[in-house]
């Protein structure tokens, strides 16, 4: 039951609610929607640009454009992964992870011999052989020829990747050949207030994630509960502890998406159990971290679907009308081509 003078009023309008909030139907650029889209997965390339796509980019090509005039850059943020965001916010972003992910990362990194000594010798010649973008395995052959001594094969790159990005001195760019991406330096910018960050990246959240609470934006962000109560303070409360930014949606025709792998929208709560019965959990996370494309109508995930060569194939937990969603898988194979 709402609650009196709320905004919310059933689960369904709250789930629809929340993806007009999430997908816009009008034309925008890459850092304008990772804008206004915080935790766009970039771990995933191709999942990267779908994610972009159902959130109003036109052309695939427009990713590496944005990459390469520094209008975004990857970096790993949020729960410790791999995001796409406009490069003006990566600061602001690493004052309130970057510390927090290299900890974390600290017992894996002794597990792979990265060592304080070796992590030392990394970052004093890093500026130096990041004179261009690099592919991790170039930039870690430069580093051993400076005697750094890491182990090319294995996690360790990638580990090292995370930690120099952790620290603000690197972070990902343009793609050097496909699904190859470049690490360059990260650009100069002031340093950020953790507390200011964490305000304005609620802010960011509730406007397109919501209706949703603190515990919610705790779950996405991999923050503490109580960094997300405080960072909530004077954003607007739509009703049970739920926050959104201006009214619910009118009735209208259904808003329909078919998501790429590891979509935010998917990640953005506390629990998927409004949106995806758990008959078919596992059709969408079969475990391991993997998260599946998925047929989303209205804010609930009603099927999944893949590529069949050019063709999208849509495969519905149930029967689900065609012309419901046969316009959006059409969208779909226009722009990969």
């Known amino acids: 039951m709402a609650e009196q003078n709320s905004l919310v009023t059933d689960d369904d309008q709250l789930l629809r609610w929340r993806m007009h909030s999430q997908f816009a139907d009008r034309p925008a650029t890459v850092a304008e929607i990772a804008a206004r889209a915080p935790g766009i997965q970039a771990q995933d390339a191709g999942a990267a640009r779908l994610g972009l796509r159902a959130r109003g980019l036109a052309e695939p090509a427009a990713v590496q454009r944005a990459y390469l005039d520094s209008e975004v850059v990857s970096s790993w943020l949020m729960r410790g992964t791999l995001h796409l965001l406009p490069t003006d916010q990566l600061q602001p972003l690493l004052a309130l992870f970057g510390a927090r992910n290299i900890a974390a990362g600290a017992r894996r990194r002794r597990e792979l011999g990265l060592t304080e000594e070796v992590l030392g010798r990394a970052l004093a010649v890093l500026p130096e052989v990041l004179t261009e973008p690099l592919s991790r395995a170039e930039l870690v052959a430069r580093l051993n020829h400076r005697g750094v001594g890491v182990e090319p094969t294995g996690q360790a790159p990638a580990h090292l990747m995370a930690y120099a990005a952790g620290l603000g001195l690197l972070c990902r760019g343009a793609e050097l050949t496909p699904r190859e991406p ?17 305000a304005e990246l609620a802010a960011r959240y ?3 994630f919501g209706p949703a ?25 739509v009703g049970d502890g ?6 619910p949606p009118g009735e209208g025709e259904p808003l329909v998406r078919l998501l790429g792998g590891f979509d935010n929208y998917l990640l953005g709560y506390r629990d998927r159990g409004l949106m995806l019965d758990q008959r078919y959990a596992k059709r969408i996370n079969a475990g391991g971290g993997l998260v599946r494309p998925a047929l ?10 893949r590529r069949d060569g050019g063709r999208v194939v849509v495969e519905p937990f149930e029967a689900v009308p065609e012309e419901l969603w046969a316009a959006e898988a059409a969208a779909v194979e226009s722009f990969w081509g």
């Not at 603190?214 to 303070?233: C, E, K, M």
């Not at 739920?242 to 009214?247: M, N, Q, R, S």
């Not at 989303?296 to 679907?305: A, M, N, Q, Y």
């Open 242 to 247: 739920l926050f959104a930014v201006g009214e």
């Open 296 to 305: 989303v109508v209205d804010g609930r995930v009603l099927g999944s679907w």
């Open 206 to 208: 509730v406007a397109a």
């Open 213 to 237: 609470g603190p515990a919610d934006f705790a779950a996405w962000s991999g923050l503490t509960q109580a960094v997300g109560r405080r960072a909530f303070a004077g954003l607007p409360e």
């Open 182 to 198: 470049g690490y360059r330096l990260v650009p100069a910018g002031a340093e950020a207030d953790p507390e200011q960050a964490a």
